[in-house]
């Protein structure tokens, strides 16, 4: 916390800048003098909510603004998941509200059961053909085409047309709760 504290003057400063501002006039539209400004912009002086909270309302902008941590490396690194032949591959953080995933289901025409689960899932065909059952519906999606469902519905998908087949999955938590776990985790 104390590092994110002494990146809020750069912050300031930036955020000052970018708005074509000078020392001069930031201040004296938050009420403080330059040389208050000044020293919070270069870490001399520590910041404080009477300090901040004038200067971010005519920055425009919000008090975690200045806080937010810095991403230091924006890759995901995460284990591939192989679970029932399925080669799941995360693409997006752990924490992410959205997760979104690579699948590759094997070249195995067999659907396996139709689940029912909370949650919506959509998808897009990458690479092969994907056999979708849907309700009363069966269908066969290929490269390029998408379809987004609720999961409530009875599905079941496979590759279809003896090939494997990859797809780029995105679901939201209960979704990705459910295709990624073992009912043992």
Known sequence: MQEELARV????????????????????????SAST???????KRQASL????????????????????????????????RRDGLVIAPLAPEDSPVATYKITY????????????????????LQGKLRLRLGDQDLVLTRGEAAEFDTRTPHAMSAAGGKSAQVLSIFNETGARMHTHTTTD
């Open 106 to 125: 094997p070249a195995n025409d067999a659907l396996p059961a139709l689940r029912v689960h909370d949650g919506f899932e959509w998808l897009y065909v």
């Open 50 to 81: 009477e300090l901040l909270l004038p200067l971010t309302r005519r920055l425009g902008l919000r008090i975690d603004d200045l806080l937010r941590p810095e991403i230091v490396d924006p890759r995901v690194r995460r284990p591939v998941i």
């Open 37 to 43: 400004l000044s020293r919070l912009e270069s870490g």
């Open 9 to 32: 003057g750069e912050r300031l400063r930036a955020a000052r800048q970018a708005q074509g501002l000078t020392l001069e006039d930031l201040a004296a539209s938050a009420g403080m």
